[in-house]
C-alpha cells in the first residue's frame, strides 16, 4: 500500500527554523515525484516546489523560491521541507503528494503537517 | 501571474448534476486534473488528464475538455459530494504546477 507519513503539527515562533518530513513506503521512492503543497487557512492550494528523489532535481514556485528549501534523504525514503525563519504568514497546513512526473497529477498525498507560527 | 479560473461556488439539489469549470490560455496544451477536499481531510484525485478517473472514483465524476476550459461534472450529485474542487494544470511554460483558486460545492 502506497503511503506518505507526515512528521507532526509544529508550534513556532517568528524567527524560528524548522523542517518538516515526508517517509514514502510501499512504491520506489527514487522513481516519483514528490511535491508539497501549502493551504493557509480558509485558503485554497498553492504549489510551492518538488523534488525527485532519484536525482535530486528541484524545482520552486516563483512564489516560494528563496523562502523554503526542499530537499530528500533517498536512503530512508523522506523528503523535507524547510524554513531557516519563519513568519506568521507561513501559518497554514503543509501537504506533500507524488507524482509521476511535472505535468501529472499528485496521485497520493500526505495526511498534511499543521505548522503554527505564533509570539 | 499564470491563473486557472474557478468559480467561488456551486450549488445543486441532490439528484442534480453539477458542473465546475476551470479556465486558462493554456489548458489546451496541458492536461488537467481535479481535486475533491472535504473538511479536515487531504485532497483526493477524482479525474486525471482531463477526462480520466482513478479506480474507486464513483462514475457520477467525470470531466471533459473543450478549447481553454476543463470541467468537472458530478452526475446525480450525493450529499456525501459536498467539498471544495480545485483543478490543477501547467502554467503556460509548462515549467510550474498551478492549481485554481477552488469551487466550493453545496448540496442543497
Known amino acids: 500500500e502506497v503511503q506518505l507519513v507526515q512528521s507532526g503539527a509544529e508550534v513556532k515562533k517568528p524567527g524560528e527554523s524548522l523542517k518538516i518530513s515526508c517517509k514514502g513506503s510501499?512504491?520506489?521512492?527514487?522513481?516519483?515525484?514528490i511535491g508539497w503543497v501549502r493551504q493557509m487557512p480558509g485558503k485554497g492550494l498553492e504549489w510551492m516546489g518538488i523534488?525527485?528523489?532519484?536525482?535530486?532535481?528541484?524545482r520552486y514556485s516563483p512564489s516560494f523560491q528563496g523562502q523554503v528549501t526542499i530537499s530528500v534523504d533517498k536512503s530512508i525514503s523522506t523528503a523535507y521541507l524547510q524554513w531557516s525563519s519563519l513568519k506568521a504568514s507561513d501559518t497554514a497546513m503543509y501537504y506533500c503528494?507524488?507524482?509521476?512526473?511535472?505535468?501529472?497529477?499528485?496521485?497520493?498525498w500526505g495526511q498534511g503537517t499543521l505548522v503554527t507560527v505564533s509570539s | 501571474s499564470y491563473e486557472l479560473t474557478q468559480p467561488p461556488s456551486v450549488s445543486v439539489s441532490p439528484g442534480q448534476t453539477a458542473r465546475i469549470t476551470c479556465s486558462a490560455d493554456?489548458?489546451?496544451?496541458?492536461?488537467a486534473f481535479w481535486y475533491q477536499q472535504k473538511p479536515g481531510q487531504a485532497p483526493v484525485l477524482v479525474i486525471y488528464?482531463?477526462?480520466t478517473r482513478p479506480s474507486g472514483i464513483p462514475e457520477r465524476f467525470s470531466g471533459s475538455s473543450s478549447g481553454t476550459t476543463v470541467t468537472l461534472t458530478i452526475s446525480g450529485v450525493q450529499a456525501e459530494d459536498e467539498a471544495d474542487y480545485y483543478c490543477?494544470?501547467?502554467?503556460?511554460?509548462?515549467?510550474?504546477?498551478?492549481f485554481g483558486g477552488g469551487t466550493k460545492l453545496t448540496v442543497l
Open positions: 503528494a507524488r507524482t509521476t512526473a511535472m505535468d501529472n497529477a499528485f496521485d497520493y
Open positions: 510501499g512504491y520506489s521512492f527514487s522513481s516519483y515525484w
Open positions: 523534488i525527485y528523489p532519484g536525482d535530486s532535481d528541484t
Open positions: 493554456a489548458l489546451p496544451k496541458y492536461y
Open positions: 488528464k482531463d477526462t
Open positions: 490543477q494544470s501547467a502554467d503556460s511554460s509548462g515549467a510550474y504546477v498551478v
